[in-house]
T-cell receptor, first 110, second 118 residues
Framework: GQQVMQIPQYQHVQEGEDFTTYCNSSTTLSNIQWYKQRPGGHPVFLIQLVKSGEVKKQKRLTFQFGEAKKNSSLHITATQTTDVGTYFCAGPSSYGKLTFGQGTILTVHP | DTGVSQDPRHKITKRGQNVTFRCDPISEHNRLYWYRQTLGQGPEFLTYFQNEAQLEKSRLLSDRFSAERPKGSFSTLEIQRTEQGDSAMYLC????????????????FGEGSRLTVL
């Protein structure tokens, strides 16, 4: 079945440094979603990418969808302590099923 | 509050007992998902409904797990004869997806029901 893999599993940064997490799917995706889960919280939707090569920005966050639609990345510029949490990518497999990656845990040291 | 609500938030039970979790999705959403999450892992798909129809069930789900969504509204997830390995956070999510299309829509998650099996 479809697998969605993320690297790195953990990332520790100093406040102000940049952060990037990468997502790879074993199959071509029709779209990819990104979620953030704060410690002790539940996943919250960030964005959906649909087009090959698409790039979307949300303030300091930049999301990319690969040309082959099998990979994606999330880049945070100048991290802040509010960015702490786990970032998940997720892709649809069969109709309606959304498969999540294992996530990248981001810690930010002030 | 019109978000996804789950009940109970915490459940401690002894091995071998049955437990049931309830999820009330956002009212206009046609899709409802159940996921399981353990510490340090991503949400693991269990099953999902489109309206009242259960469209997919994970092969990882044993026959001790059953889910229902009568009338396409709230849903229940029952675990029979619980085992210690069932200890996890059980997350419910709902979305407004396009029927028959590979677009799930944005998933709105509830706070989850944490199960501890002693």
């Amino acid at each position: 079945g479809q697998q969605v893999m993320q690297i790195p599993q953990y990332q520790h940064v100093q406040e102000g440094e940049d952060f990037t997490t990468y997502c790879n799917s074993s199959t071509t995706l029709s779209n990819i979603q990104w979620y953030k889960q704060r410690p002790g919280g539940h996943p919250v939707f960030l964005i959906q990418l649909v087009k090959s090569g698409e790039v979307k920005k949300q303030k300091r966050l930049t999301f990319q969808f690969g040309e082959a639609k099998k990979n994606s990345s999330l880049h945070i510029t100048a991290t802040q302590t509010t960015d702490v949490g786990t970032y998940f990518c997720a892709g649809p497999s069969s109709y309606g099923k959304l498969t999540f990656g294992q996530g990248t845990i981001l810690t930010v040291h002030p | 509050d019109t978000g996804v609500s789950q009940d109970p938030r915490h459940k401690i039970t002894k091995r071998g007992q049955n437990v049931t979790f309830r999820c009330d999705p956002i009212s206009e959403h046609n899709r409802l998902y159940w996921y399981r999450q353990t510490l340090g892992q991503g949400p693991e798909f269990l099953t999902y409904f489109q309206n009242e129809a259960q469209l997919e069930k994970s092969r990882l789900l044993s026959d001790r797990f059953s889910a229902e969504r009568p009338k396409g509204s709230f849903s229940t997830l029952e675990i029979q004869r619980t085992e210690q390995g069932d200890s996890a956070m059980y997350l419910c999510a709902s979305s407004l997806g396009n029927p028959g299309r590979l677009n799930t829509g944005e998933l709105f998650f509830g706070e989850g029901s944490r199960l501890t099996v002693l």
